[in-house]
């Protein structure tokens, strides 16, 4: 409007000259050229005001920082409207390529396959440099490590300190804590490990999720447990933590660039290049939006203080709009020089009012800075007594029954399940068709994981049996135990099972026994449930008669009450293996090995290939075990 009214100004006093007709129109026609050139970068519109800007919604904490401050700047300053799309990496770079989001804040240059085939396109252009000298990445230790063992400096000093890094899970090897599975990181690390030849000792274990790659690190530095892991910055544990970076022979670009690629063969090892974070946008958002582009190229964070945001984003528990806020509050003098002096105005008008709070009237009754307190200092204080209860666990338990199952031949596994089906239903193809679903996931290629997952479910059903039943039994006979027990039962059973694997992951490390309890603890609920309402719909005339018969408390249980309780009882443990398979496979986010390894995968990578058949194989065991199950509890209802 501003730039019409200035045009009009102009035009009006050249009609006052009054030069003859063709004159006035061919000085009109060359002013209005020259200020459309002149004023072309203020004149055009900062954004459609019809149109959003879409922004990646980016799940790492530096990257959620960087998002909303970005998502601020052209907001508040530019009078953009903006949205956020949620997404896994890779799905937010296709969406990119395609415009249907115009920018993702945090971009590792580089890294990612999909955003350098945008860019050769001429579909994605990378700009800027939003980190100062590149973001660190390397194998690391702890420093106490380090203090204990001055001789571990590099790379090759591993193979003299393997005892040190033992792995849990198969103790005659170390542990190397990699990458979550589908992450570039995770194809350059295991390259490394294998050509560093360190593949022979050391264990390359995934931790699922990064988030449970930040707490297996942090559970080992509060207990100074040594740990090896691969890190990298900005992040907030390494402005939290000391962590001491090893050597690796010189830099090698080409040598680089075939660790990247999964396939290559190339036997080669290099040091880690200090990666460029910048900001991708779409082609069609480059073109059409100059003055913003030149927002996003002035951008720059100092890595101290990206990483002290971050950590303070995470032990305060802000979301990264309200650590951005914060930073842009507080620290003007990083900012004011990427922005025009007009947004810079209405960025500083917008953030001197402090952000509306609606009115309420509910008092603030949060109790997650205590819990988080509380298993700090569980960590810190009893983290020695749980990892030897994880370790008792895993080697007299879990390791022996993967081991046993991994070892028998798939043809008496596939027998095995035929006559367990047919004992079950005593139908004939029944029996075939679950040995065929069987045979399907081997088919797939998915038989070791199938035994991985079988070996943690049968771990799991066997402990909620041993628990279940007891609890449920006592439940139904004790009406002060039935009122005490049934509210946590309720907790228990709607409790997303998400947040089961927070606390077993801190207390217990990565891997299969964080798995199994979490599994216990989320599917016990309706075993003991349905226990003791099978118990308590116990006729009480047969009670009375077995009682009258001189029937001792045992007696009555194991030949009235059990008999007569085992359907409710089966459909419980119907309900409670499957939902242990349900978090047998979401325990693939902290390490645990099996079926929901290739679905996780798959959903970081955007294997659909790869997702549909780890999918349908899981879809397979969970309609197997659920027709097995259900076909017992229709014959204890019979017998009864």
């Known amino acids: 409007m501003r730039l019409w009214a200035d045009l009009n100004g102009i035009l009006g006093y050249t009609a006052l000259i009054r030069p003859m007709p063709s004159e006035r129109l061919f000085m009109r026609r060359l002013l209005l050229l020259l200020v459309c050139l002149l004023f072309a970068p203020a004149a055009f519109a900062a954004c459609a005001p019809d149109k959003a800007v879409k922004l990646g919604a980016l799940d790492w904490e530096s990257g959620q920082f960087t998002t909303a401050v970005l998502n601020t700047l052209l907001h508040e300053g530019y009078g953009c409207a903006t949205e956020a799309v949620p997404g896994t990496t890779p799905a937010l770079e296709t969406a990119l390529a395609q415009n249907d989001i115009q920018i993702i804040a945090e971009q590792w240059v580089g890294r990612s396959p999909i955003m350098q085939q945008a860019v050769a396109e001429g579909r994605a252009a990378v700009i800027g440099n939003t980190l100062k000298g590149g973001a660190e990445q390397g194998w690391y230790v702890a420093d106490y490590v380090q203090a204990a063992h001055p001789d571990l400096k590099s790379v090759a000093d591993l193979p003299r300190f393997t005892g040190l890094f033992t792995d849990p899970e198969a103790p005659d090897k170390a542990r190397f804590l990699n990458c979550p599975s589908g992450w570039t990181c995770e194809t350059f690390n295991t390259r490394l490990l294998a050509n560093s030849r360190l593949n022979t000792t050391f264990n390359n274990v995934h931790p699922g999720t990064g988030a449970a790659l930040d707490a297996a690190i942090a559970s080992a530095y509060e207990q100074q447990k040594p740990l090896l892991f691969y890190y990298w910055q900005p992040t907030g544990l390494m402005a939290k933590y000391r962590f001491v970076p090893l050597e690796f022979p010189p830099y090698d670009e080409a040598c680089w ?50 990483n002290r945001m971050i950590l303070e984003m995470t032990e305060n528990k802000r979301s990264g709009s309200e650590q951005a806020r914060l930073f842009l509050q507080q620290h003007p003098e990083v900012w004011v020089d990427w922005v025009s002096d007009e947004a810079q105005g209405r960025l500083k008008a917008s953030l001197g009012v402090p952000e509306a709070k609606s009115s309420s009237l509910f008092a603030s009754w949060s109790i997650a800075g205590a819990l988080n307190r509380s298993l700090a200092q569980t960590v810190q204080n009893y983290g020695s007594d749980f990892r030897l209860l994880s370790q008792f666990t895993l080697n007299t338990l879990l390791l022996p029954l993967e081991r046993a199952l991994q070892a ?233």
């Open 408 to 640: 028998l031949p798939a043809w008496l596994v596939l027998l095995s399940v035929a006559a367990l089906a047919w004992h079950a239903a005593r139908k004939l193809w029944f029996a075939a068709l679950c040995a065929f679903g069987f045979y399907t996931i081997g088919a797939l290629g998915l038989w070791p994981a199938l035994m991985q997952t079988l070996a943690l479910l049968a771990a799991s059903a066997l402990f909620i049996i041993i628990i279940g039943i007891p609890l449920g039994i006592w439940m139904a006979r004790s009406p002060r135990l039935h009122k005490l027990l049934s509210p946590v039962l309720d907790v228990m059973q709607t409790m997303p099972s998400f947040v089961y694997l927070i606390p077993v992951l801190m207390l217990f490390g990565i891997g299969k026994v964080p798995a199994l309890f979490a599994t216990v603890v989320y599917a016990i609920a309706p075993l003991v449930r349905l226990t003791a309402l099978g118990i308590r719909q116990v006729s009480p005339q047969m009670i009375e008669a077995a009682e009258s018969f001189g029937s001792t408390r045992w007696q009555l249980l194991r030949w009235v009450l059990l008999p007569q309780a085992k359907p409710s009882i089966m459909a419980g443990l119907n309900q409670a293996v499957m939902m242990s398979l349900g978090m047998v496979v979401l325990a693939s986010m902290i390490g645990a090995r099996g079926l929901g390894e290739y679905v996780l995968q798959a959903i970081q990578t955007l294997n659909i290939g790869q997702g549909v058949e780890a999918g349908a194989a899981i879809v397979i065991l969970a309609i197997i075990i659920d027709r097995i199950t259900q076909a017992y509890g229709r014959r204890s209802g019979k017998a009864v």
């Open 257 to 306: 660039q075939n660790l990247l690629q999964a396939g290559n063969t190339s036997a080669c090892v290099s040091g880690f290049p200090a990666s460029k974070l910048a900001v991708a946008v779409s082609a069609p958002f480059q073109a059409a939006h100059p003055d913003l582009v030149a927002v996003i190229e002035k951008m720059q964070f100092e890595p101290h203080t990206l």
